[in-house]
């Protein structure tokens, strides 16, 4: 079943516990559902990259089905496949009440998209950006944040940064020329892989 | 925290709900039989011609139970229980081809055709209604992952049991006219229980 390559392992951890949650034992329930809340995410994760902010609630609102309807569960079923059974048909659900909202409301919601666009939170990327600013002259590393992630006109990080117009412009250039030769020698000497997956 | 005082899991869940109503449904469908219909005669109760119907719809019903249970219960497999209900449905249309092919060549129009064939899928239909909204009413309190195949079991649960209720006021005696017509009458309710389902079975 698509949990993951380990659901095997998964399986084999959450039956015993899940058995004895079923007959009443309030600890390990609660320990198989922290155990399924973490799978659930990943699974969903992974199923709702367009839309990052449905994910949470969409684990909470499986989990509450889930002890909902765990008297449909029968022990000859894998609790991970009944569990993501669960999952899909929450997923499907929601695909089904958004497509149905968004067709009703197309024009409405075009708008709102773009006035209020939320941003998803790519924090693997901002870490990744720090450390390699990091490793560049503060003249070059303040030069990029003023122009490329402030996004000023050149003129204007002039002004900031108190230095003349095509001193920027140079050290953009060699800033950017560095940082590249930064991210190629990582990637060939994995200086990034203690990197936590996402 | 839901595990704080959650207490065991309920058992048998689809049992508790299906078994219920059902028998609701089948008391509403016999009242409904004859009160609209009327009985038939009583001798006819002393031959084969109400139980062959019953035997025939109360099968369908035990199979068609056991496939909504597992439908209605989330990564249970349907294989089983699918494939007893097609051959409960094919026993009979066996059983009443046996008996059309034993009948006289010129009788086997009236044999195939009865006196209700038009009449009697639309009752069979009617008269599972009741069944049909308490068996859907048992699945939506469960967890059907596939709706729309879940409506239609629960369909053809409901259409057996408004199947039982029709035999207590159908006269005709051949055995293909309920291989044919009482099993599309049954079939129709599990369209009518596959487009609902679609969209009453949510949770």
Request: hydrophobic share 50%; aromatic share 6%.
């Given at each position: 079943?698509?949990?993951?390559?380990?659901?095997?392992?998964?399986?084999?951890?959450?039956?015993?516990?899940?058995?004895?949650?079923?007959?009443?034992?309030?600890?390990?329930?609660?320990?198989?559902?922290?155990?399924?809340?973490?799978?659930?995410?990943?699974?969903?994760?992974?199923?709702?990259?367009?839309?990052?902010?449905?994910?949470?609630?969409?684990?909470?609102?499986?989990?509450?089905?889930?002890?909902?309807?765990?008297?449909?569960?029968?022990?000859?079923?894998?609790?991970?496949?009944?569990?993501?059974?669960?999952?899909?048909?929450?997923?499907?659900?929601?695909?089904?009440?958004?497509?149905?909202?968004?067709?009703?409301?197309?024009?409405?919601?075009?708008?709102?998209?773009?006035?209020?666009?939320?941003?998803?939170?790519?924090?693997?990327?901002?870490?990744?950006?720090?450390?390699?600013?990091?490793?560049?002259?503060?003249?070059?590393?303040?030069?990029?944040?003023?122009?490329?992630?402030?996004?000023?006109?050149?003129?204007?990080?002039?002004?900031?940064?108190?230095?003349?117009?095509?001193?920027?412009?140079?050290?953009?250039?060699?800033?950017?020329?560095?940082?590249?030769?930064?991210?190629?020698?990582?990637?060939?000497?994995?200086?990034?892989?203690?990197?936590?997956?996402? | 925290?839901?595990?704080?005082?959650?207490?065991?899991?309920?058992?048998?869940?689809?049992?508790?709900?299906?078994?219920?109503?059902?028998?609701?449904?089948?008391?509403?469908?016999?009242?409904?039989?004859?009160?609209?219909?009327?009985?038939?005669?009583?001798?006819?109760?002393?031959?084969?011609?109400?139980?062959?119907?019953?035997?025939?719809?109360?099968?369908?019903?035990?199979?068609?139970?056991?496939w909504v249970a597992r439908l209605s219960r989330?990564?249970a497999?349907v294989?089983?229980p699918?494939?007893?209900?097609?051959?409960?449905?094919?026993?009979?249309?066996?059983?009443?081809?046996?008996?059309?092919?034993?009948?006289?060549?010129?009788?086997?129009?009236?044999?195939?055709?009865?006196?209700?064939?038009?009449?009697?899928?639309?009752?069979?239909?009617?008269?599972?209604?009741?069944?049909?909204?308490?068996?859907?009413?048992?699945v939506?309190?469960l967890?059907p992952t596939r709706?729309?195949m879940a409506g239609f079991a629960a369909?053809?649960?409901?259409?057996?049991?408004?199947?039982?209720?029709?035999?207590?006021?159908?006269?005709?005696?051949?055995?293909?006219?309920?291989?044919?017509?009482?099993?599309?009458?049954?079939?129709?309710?599990?369209?009518?229980?596959?487009?609902?389902?679609?969209?009453?079975?949510?949770?």
């Open positions: 079943m698509p949990f993951d390559a380990n659901s095997g392992d998964l399986e084999s951890a959450l039956k015993p516990l899940w058995l004895r949650a079923q007959s009443g034992d309030e600890v390990a329930y609660r320990q198989c559902l922290g155990m399924l809340a973490t799978r659930l995410r990943g699974y969903l994760r992974r199923r709702l990259a367009g839309v990052p902010d449905e994910v949470e609630d969409l684990v909470q609102e499986t989990l509450l089905a889930l002890h909902l309807q765990r008297g449909t569960y029968d022990p000859s079923l894998s609790v991970s496949a009944w569990a993501v059974a669960i999952a899909r048909h929450k997923l499907v659900d929601l695909w089904r009440r958004r497509g149905r909202r968004d067709d009703l409301h197309d024009a409405l919601d075009d708008v709102d998209e773009q006035l209020l666009v939320a941003e998803p939170d790519d924090g693997g990327a901002k870490r990744d950006l720090a450390v390699l600013l990091k490793g560049l002259p503060e003249a070059q590393r303040q030069a990029i944040v003023l122009t490329k992630l402030e996004g000023l006109s050149v003129a204007e990080a002039a002004l900031r940064a108190g230095a003349s117009e095509s001193a920027i412009k140079v050290q953009v250039h060699r800033g950017l020329k560095r940082l590249a030769a930064l991210v190629r020698r990582s990637g060939s000497d994995d200086a990034f892989v203690d990197r936590q997956p996402t | 925290m839901l595990a704080r005082n959650a207490g065991p899991a309920p058992r048998a869940l689809a049992a508790k709900r299906l078994c219920p109503a059902m028998a609701a449904g089948l008391l509403a469908s016999g009242w409904a039989a004859i009160v609209w219909f009327g009985l038939i005669p009583w001798s006819l109760f002393g031959t084969p011609v109400p139980w062959t119907k019953m035997v025939y719809a109360s099968a369908l019903a035990a199979a068609a139970g056991w989330p990564a497999s294989v089983h699918r494939s007893v209900v097609i051959a409960v449905v094919l026993a009979m249309a066996a059983i009443g081809l046996v008996s059309w092919l034993s009948e006289p060549a010129d009788r086997r129009l009236a044999a195939l055709l009865g006196h209700s064939w038009l009449s009697c899928p639309p009752s069979v239909l009617v008269l599972s209604l009741p069944a049909l909204a308490a068996a859907l009413w048992a939506q309190g967890a709706p729309r369909g053809l649960l409901a259409g057996s049991v408004g199947a039982i209720g029709y035999s207590l006021s159908c006269p005709e005696a051949s055995a293909a006219f309920v291989a044919v017509w009482y099993s599309l009458g049954i079939v129709l309710t599990g369209v009518a229980g596959a487009i609902l389902g679609s969209r009453v079975l949510r949770w």
